[in-house]
């Protein structure tokens, strides 16, 4: 693992604590219609720290460690990228952003405001992907969770569990490219909840 890579995911272990700033919830599991259809659904807990998933879950442990870590390097892949620090928290409101430098330069991303996780109890692989969230009063997604590729789950944060689409847990590309204030926006409004995909290739590669 490179210098930056590590420092990358320094920055971003460093910063859960003021990322997961929401409070979980006890939420029953209830039947979710999505507007994906023809996909495989899996039942699916969204946590906000890998401690919310330890108590959930106190067989799966490592699993729940596993999860979160693998969030994480998502989160430091694939979360969208800005110029400023005001373009990012347009989106993301106020203290949700943060800095980063890289070899291929510096930007602001969001916090990685909570994770989700399928299969976690299953014999096979697990899935999870990082998620979050925006306290913009300009957002589109704001107090609902959306993906890093601007997937919107329905209801709002206090909604912890759900039958997701797979295509959720589906990779995602790197993101090589920052954008303006906007354009996650943008990307939001041009896909309806979960697994319509726009037209347009966003800002991956």
């Not at 994480?72 to 928290?89: K, V, W």
């Not at 976690?120 to 609902?144: E, K």
């Given at each position: 693992m490179s210098h930056t890579q590590k420092r990358s995911k320094h920055i971003a272990l460093h910063s859960m604590r003021k990322a997961f700033s929401l409070k979980p919830l006890a939420v029953g599991i209830a039947t979710v219609f999505l507007s994906a259809?023809?996909?495989?659904?899996?039942?699916?807990?969204?946590?906000?720290?890998?401690?919310d998933c330890k108590?959930?879950?106190?067989?799966?442990?490592?699993?729940?460690?596993?999860?979160?870590?693998?969030?994480?390097?998502?989160?430091?892949?694939?979360?969208?990228r800005f110029n400023s620090q005001s373009d990012c928290e347009y989106e993301f409101?106020?203290?949700?952003?943060?800095?980063?430098?890289?070899?291929?330069?510096?930007?602001?991303?969001?916090?990685?405001?909570?994770?989700?996780?399928?299969?976690?109890?299953?014999?096979?692989?697990?899935?999870?992907?990082?998620?979050?969230?925006?306290f913009s009063p300009y957002s589109p997604f704001r107090s609902r969770w959306v993906?890093?590729?601007?997937?919107?789950?329905?209801?709002?944060?206090?909604?912890?569990?759900?039958y997701a689409p797979s295509s959720v847990y589906k990779p995602?590309?790197?993101?090589?490219?920052?954008?303006?204030?906007?354009?996650?926006?943008?990307t939001v409004r041009a896909k309806s909840s979960w697994g319509s995909s726009s037209k347009s290739s966003g800002w991956g590669g």
């Amino acid at each position: 693992m490179s210098h930056t890579q590590k420092r990358s995911k320094h920055i971003a272990l460093h910063s859960m604590r003021k990322a997961f700033s929401l409070k979980p919830l006890a939420v029953g599991i209830a039947t979710v219609f999505l507007s994906a259809c023809g996909e495989d659904r899996d039942a699916s807990k969204i946590y906000v720290s890998v401690d919310d998933c330890k108590q959930d879950n106190p067989d799966a442990v490592s699993q729940c460690q596993a999860a979160f870590e693998s969030a994480i390097e998502e989160h430091n892949r694939t979360a969208p990228r800005f110029n400023s620090q005001s373009d990012c928290e347009y989106e993301f409101g106020s203290e949700r952003c943060q800095y980063v430098q890289s070899q291929s330069g510096s930007f602001f991303m969001p916090f990685m405001a909570g994770f989700i996780v399928s299969r976690l109890m299953q014999p096979s692989p697990y899935y999870s992907q990082p998620l979050y969230t925006s306290f913009s009063p300009y957002s589109p997604f704001r107090s609902r969770w959306v993906t890093s590729n601007g997937y919107v789950f329905d209801g709002d944060i206090r909604r912890r569990s759900y039958y997701a689409p797979s295509s959720v847990y589906k990779p995602k590309p790197t993101v090589n490219r920052t954008i303006n204030r906007g354009g996650f926006g943008s990307t939001v409004r041009a896909k309806s909840s979960w697994g319509s995909s726009s037209k347009s290739s966003g800002w991956g590669g």
